[in-house]
């Protein structure tokens, strides 16, 4: 009964809140990883990737400025995440900074190379390891290679590691390859720190006759588990409770916390027959930071007999494995009558949670209170210049639905237009895993979609829609729910090519903090008037064309406005 009241004054909540779901929104931590410069008779030719932390995955279409001594030029990635510009200098040394500023998705990164050499030769370095390795296995293997444009080289190397999502990462080790670019080292597993994604990085610091370098990998360093668990009783009566504590500890007897953890229960058991009767989950924990944590069932909610008893620990991670506790025998007694006085008791309280639950829905002393204070809804403050969401955002599953192991297959939700939020209807949703066929749906009146029975695994999702600007992502299936009631919002091309259009068009406005207050008319209207001619001009035309006309453009003229604005932004440099 007690479980019954709660159960009602904790749902009375969520219920009340279910007009305005929440939603998660995720935002990736990036890195901007740079090639050997390279040298030409009148200059140099920089280069690189702009791509996430700790999966290298790239950024497609990122802004990135380079800074090279005084001269700063700015670009666009292509959709690899690949970028390249080309300086004019002499020989010397030479301060370089690449810039990429972040957006809705994607967090802000830089790296600078202080001081390098136009006149040394380049250097290119190289780790390599396994994907996945458990601390059980020992060490782990890792062979470092070092060259320049053709052949192998003899140098020092520092060796850096720790997690993959690191700023910055401690050096561990220093090699020295040998006359075949080629170095072994095996980290030993008590260094190999926690479970987890994990990065390597190779850096040559340089030396009279070459320059300085960079190299990384990233791999999964997993680890087997223990679970031990312990009942207070082994013998509980029908009215008592059924509790028992317990730690999850990784490989190296460490506690491993925000883990869930379920009371499995067997039974009854009938004496005669080897087989148990049934077998559920009747709680739910997480562990806390030293891996501990209680677990609890009402005895008479599982009735009388004789059960077995496991803690369960299902992982959701793919660095922890799985894990049941050594199984336990209890037995619960017969129930006792129970007095009169206790289920009139037990009907008021009943009745007094109804009540309690009404009140939490209807919540009439709210209106009351806003009243008497005098108070009337005000609107939120909205920033002018915040860009829209785009992508993916997840559902918030329940709490009891993030305690359980995943086992939803399917992915539903609604595609709208990331601008005025309005749905659309036709667009595309393809799922596909890397060795099947792929799944796809097409988005109702209403922009909903639903895609069941996925295949289990990391597959890859793409939405797409005519005039808009098609989002690709990861889905992880099986999940806990958070893919259920999914939005994915969908940028218009015309908003793109406009967003773009900044880069050439915002340095010509009276004050840089005009592009969130003007008009889009405004601002092509007054960048019209500075700058007449040129590939500024050709531009601002193409974009009022673009963004104005009634003609809705396809995702193929990002790649044209990209040309342009490049083009524009080439005209406004001043020359070498």
């Known amino acids: 009964m007690t479980r019954l009241i709660g159960a009602l004054l904790v749902l009375s909540v969520p219920l009340a809140a279910r007009a305005t779901p929440p939603v998660v929104t995720i935002r990736a931590r990036t890195a901007v990883t740079l090639d050997p410069v390279e040298r030409q008779p009148d200059g140099v030719r920089v280069s690189g990737m702009v791509h996430e932390r700790g999966s290298l995955e790239p950024v497609p279409y990122a802004p990135v400025t380079i800074s090279l001594d005084d001269q700063t030029l700015s670009t666009i990635s292509e959709m690899d995440g690949r970028f390249t510009l080309f300086f004019p200098t002499t020989g010397g040394r030479h301060h370089l900074q690449v810039t990429y500023r972040g957006d809705d998705k994607f967090d802000p990164a830089d790296v600078a190379i202080p001081d390098f050499d136009v006149s040394k030769r380049p250097v290119r370095v190289e780790v390599r390891g396994p994907e996945k390795h458990s601390r059980q296995q020992g060490p782990l293997p890792l062979s470092v290679f070092a060259q320049n444009d053709s052949d192998p080289l003899s140098v020092e190397i520092d060796l850096h590691y720790g997690p993959a999502d690191a700023d910055e990462l401690p050096k561990i080790a220093t090699l020295r390859t040998d006359a075949h670019g080629a170095a072994e080292i095996a980290l030993p597993a008590e260094r190999l720190g926690p479970p987890g994604s994990k990065r390597v990085e190779v850096r040559f610091a340089g030396d009279d006759a070459f320059d300085g370098a960079r190299g990384q990998t990233t791999l999964l360093l997993t680890s087997a588990t223990t679970l031990d668990f312990e009942l207070a009783s082994r013998s509980i009566g029908f009215d008592g409770q ?9 490989d190296q007897g460490q506690g491993i916390g925000g883990q869930a953890i379920s009371l499995s229960v067997d039974g009854p058991s009938d004496p005669g027959n080897q087989a148990p009767a049934t077998t559920r989950s009747v709680d739910d924990a997480v562990t806390a930071a030293d891996g501990s944590f209680s677990l609890e069932a009402g005895a008479s909610e599982l009735g009388a007999g004789t059960y077995r008893v496991q803690a369960v620990f299902d992982s959701s991670v793919p660095q922890l494995d799985s894990r049941r506790s050594s199984p336990v025998q209890v037995v619960i007694a017969e129930r006792r009558p129970v007095p009169v006085g206790y289920s009139l008791a037990a009907f008021g309280i009943t009745a007094g949670a109804l009540l309690a639950f009404v009140a ?6 709210t209106r009351w209170v806003k009243t008497l204070r005098g108070e009337t809804a005000a609107a939120a403050p909205t920033a002018a210049d915040a860009p829209p ?30 601008v005025d939020g309005k749905p659309i209807a036709g667009a595309r949703v393809e799922v596909s895993a890397p060795d099947g066929a792929p799944r796809v749906a097409d988005t109702d009146e209403a922009g909903r979609f639903a895609l069941e029975d996925l295949p289990a695994g990391l597959l890859r999702a793409e939405v797409s829609c005519r005039g808009y600007v098609r989002e690709q992502f990861a889905l992880s299936i099986p999940h806990r729910g958070e893919l259920r009631d999914a939005r994915v919002d969908l940028l218009p091309v015309r908003e793109r090519i406009f967003a773009l259009y900044r880069g050439a068009a915002e340095p010509l406005l009276p004050r840089p903090d005009l592009w969130g207050v003007w008009t889009p008319r405004q601002i092509v209207d007054h960048v019209r008037g500075v700058r007449r001619a040129g590939a500024l001009g050709e531009l601002t035309d193409y974009v009022e064309e673009k963004y104005f006309s009634a003609r809705t453009p396809d995702e193929e003229e990002i790649p044209v406005a990209l040309e342009r604005v490049r083009a524009a932004q080439a005209e406004a440099e001043p020359a070498p």
């Open 360 to 365: 939490l829905r209807r919540r009439p002393w």
């Open 389 to 418: 969401h785009t992508g993916l955002a997840l559902a918030r599953p329940g709490l009891a639905a993030t305690l359980r192991r995943p086992n939803d297959l399917g992915f539903s939700g609604v595609v709208a237009d990331a």
């Open 242 to 250: 059924l509790r028992g504590r317990g730690v999850l500890r990784d």
